[in-house]
Each structure stands twice: as C-alpha cells, then as structure tokens.
C-alpha cells in the first residue's frame, strides 16, 4: 500500500465561490446586505422556515436564541453532556444554569430517557444538538416536554431531517454553523431559524446592536436625520456581504455534498462491518443524516490498540483523525465550578475516551477510503 496523506476535513469551494466574491467587492457593500439576504432567503427555503437570519458564527447564534428565548440569569437550560463547547458557552453568557443531560451511545444524541430526573421548577429550555449532522429526536421532546422552549443546536446538520421535516424547522428556533469543518461553510457564519415572527424581529434587533426602526418610519420612507431606536441593548452578530455571496453558493452544493457523503458512509459502513471492535454510526429509520462526520466507536476491551494509539498509528500511516467530539461536563470550566465528576454522566465519558472520527469530505478520492479501510483492517 502507498501511504496516502488524507486531512480529516477540508472546504470544498471553487471557481463559483471566486466569481461569487465579484458582486460584493465591486459594488463595495461589504457588510450584511443584498447577498445576505439572498442567503437567508434560500437556506429558509431549503430548510421548510418562514424566518432564517444570517450571524457570524453557529454560537452567536445560540447566545441570540436564548436571549430571544427570553432565558434570564439563573434559568435552567438542558443539554447534552457530549457536544462542543460552546453550546454550553451560549448558556453562560446568559447567566443562566447549563444542566447536562447523558448521551446514547448509539446516536452520539441526548438520552431522552434522561431527561426526566434533569427537569426542575426552573428548567425554561433545552437544547438538543443534533451531533455529526443526525437529528436529535425533537419530536419525542417537543410531546414530553411541552412547556419547554426547544432551540436545536444544529450546527452539524444543514440539510439533515427527520421524517422529512428539515432540522431547524422541528424546534423553536435553530442554530447552523458555517464554519469550515461543517458541510457547507463562509470561513465563519452561522444562521438563525424560526417559525415565530414574534421571535424573529427579536433575533434581528439583538444581532444589529439593538436597532429597530418602527414600520411607520418605514413607511415614511428615507429620513437622513432619524437613526434607529435602541431601546435594548444588542450586539454586532451581523455575517458579512462577503460571507453571504459565499454561503449562497455553497448552499447549491449543499445536498449533492450531502449524497457524496452518505455515499461513502455507506461504503465505510459495509466495509468496516467485518472488524468487531469498531462500531459503526447507526442512522435511525425515518433520519436523513446530514453526514458532518462519521464518528465510530472503539471498543478498547477487543481492539489489538487503545484507541488513542489507534490514532497515531493512523496519523503515522498518513490518515488524519479526531475525537468525535468532548464530554463537556469534565472541562475545566464546567466541572469544577459545577463539582460534575466524569462517571456522573457514564455514557458522555465513554464517548468522549472512545469515539474516533474518520475522514469524510468533498475532497476525498475513491482511493482515499479504499486506503483507509485497507489501514483500518491491517491491525
Ligand atoms: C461547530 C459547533 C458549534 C459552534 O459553531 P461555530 O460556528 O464555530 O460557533 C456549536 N455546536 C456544535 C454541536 C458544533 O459542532
């Protein structure tokens, strides 16, 4: 076998991406502006919402959402134990309690089983994390939980669903990610979705410092003299016109990225079937997998390696891999502050020792995973 060098993910973008940068640069609207708005427009409409506004990145949109959500200091707000960081993040910068909730194995998503005992006088809202682009089961929590509001961290699932209904569309308001190691990217970007109108002028004041302009001074038309009311303090959330010309184009690629990917998940499927000690990700019946990553399991108690020297050999032998990602209860800032122990949360723990992603994008060749199952069933 030729050693090949194969990253663990890598943007797809071209020419059209280039062209796309022309608009914005020449006519000189730089900040959020038409291509924004065409961007919105169109991942509304490939996502089933009414409301998509566009943000600097997938955490700014959580911390808009909570805010939006109307989660004061001291709120409780679910989450799962197994996600990045910042979903956790967003809920600090509310002053708000992050309570984490144990993962299925199976999934990599929240245990809607272990909920219940989470649930308090002061829990305002959850925040399933539809993980490696697989949707949480909103639907299950949505009819559990009716009084809670549901903001899907859906940073790893654009185009992802679940009994056809776009993730996004399932909760009260949805949070994507752009960032490059995610499907589709603009360097950094993140979007807001919602079907509540009420809730969406909200998530567009507070992304624009605040501003408002009421509909009559809209109506009336230019008035150099009149800024905008600010009767809430906002932050500059705001995705640039540069951003938008990119995220419009990518969103095109987005579900022939997607095809690609479950195509060659499917392949890795299959073939990784025959080693025992690597378990494969399960996609649910009725769940359109958005393919972010492919994220195994390594089961140390039959694998020839412990799965951290499983990933340097792999990383010796040219092929590039991570953790799926951490366990965020035993972060130092969260487990201490909180007093979390790892074991408190088992099945998060497992996954954060245990789970190795393996490489998949728009920029492999046919013979980057045929080399990495061959590696793969060498040991
Ligand atoms: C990537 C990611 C985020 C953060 O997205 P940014 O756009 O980088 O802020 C949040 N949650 C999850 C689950 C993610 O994977």
């Given at each position: ?270 073939e ?98 045929e080399?990495i199952v061959a590696?793969l069933k060498?040991?």
């Amino acid at each position: 076998m030729n050693k090949r060098i194969i990253q663990i993910s890598a943007p797809s973008m071209g020419i059209e991406e280039w062209e796309a940068l022309r608009q914005p640069i020449e006519s000189g609207w730089i900040t959020q502006g038409p291509m924004v708005a065409a961007f919105e427009k169109d991942f509304a409409q490939r996502h089933q919402v009414q409301h998509a506004l566009a943000v600097s990145n997938c955490t700014t949109a959580l911390h808009l959402a909570l805010l939006a959500a109307g989660i004061q200091p001291g709120d409780e707000v679910l989450l799962p134990a197994f996600t990045w960081v910042s979903t956790a993040n967003a809920i600090m910068y509310c002053q708000a309690v992050p309570v984490f909730v144990d993962i299925d194995v199976a999934t990599f998503n929240i245990d809607i089983a272990a909920i219940n005992n989470k649930i308090s006088s002061r829990t305002k809202a959850i925040i399933p994390v539809h993980l490696f682009g697989l949707c949480a089961d909103v639907n299950a929590i949505k009819q559990a939980y009716p009084h809670l509001v549901i903001i899907e961290d859906a940073a790893c699932a654009a185009g992802a669903a679940l009994h056809g209904q776009s993730a996004g569309s399932l909760g009260d308001i949805g949070c994507f990610s752009f960032h490059p190691r995610k499907s589709i990217t603009t360097g950094e970007g993140g979007m807001l979705t919602t079907n509540d109108a009420i809730i969406a002028a909200k998530l567009n004041q507070l992304r624009n410092h605040g501003a408002s302009i009421s509909e009559e001074q809209r109506h009336l038309g230019p008035k150099p003299y009149l800024l905008a009311e600010y009767d809430v303090v906002g932050y500059n959330y705001r995705m640039t016109d540069l951003q938008g010309a990119l995220g419009l184009v990518q969103l095109k690629k987005l579900d022939a990225f997607i095809a690609e990917r479950a195509n060659w998940a499917a392949y890795y499927n299959n073939e990784l079937q025959s080693i025992p000690w690597l378990q494969t990700p399960t996609v649910p019946i009725g769940y359109t997998h958005g393919w972010q990553s492919y994220v195994t399991l390594i089961d140390e108690r039959i694998a020839p390696l412990k799965r951290n020297d499983l990933m340097e050999a792999l990383q010796e032998a040219g092929i590039s891999t991570r953790p799926g990602t951490h366990a965020v209860h035993m972060l130092g800032a969260y487990a201490k502050p909180f007093g979390i122990q790892p074991s408190d949360f088992p099945n998060a723990y497992a996954a954060n020792e245990y789970s190795m992603s393996l490489p998949l994008h728009n920029r492999m060749a046919k013979e980057d995973y045929e080399y990495i199952v061959a590696v793969l069933k060498s040991f």
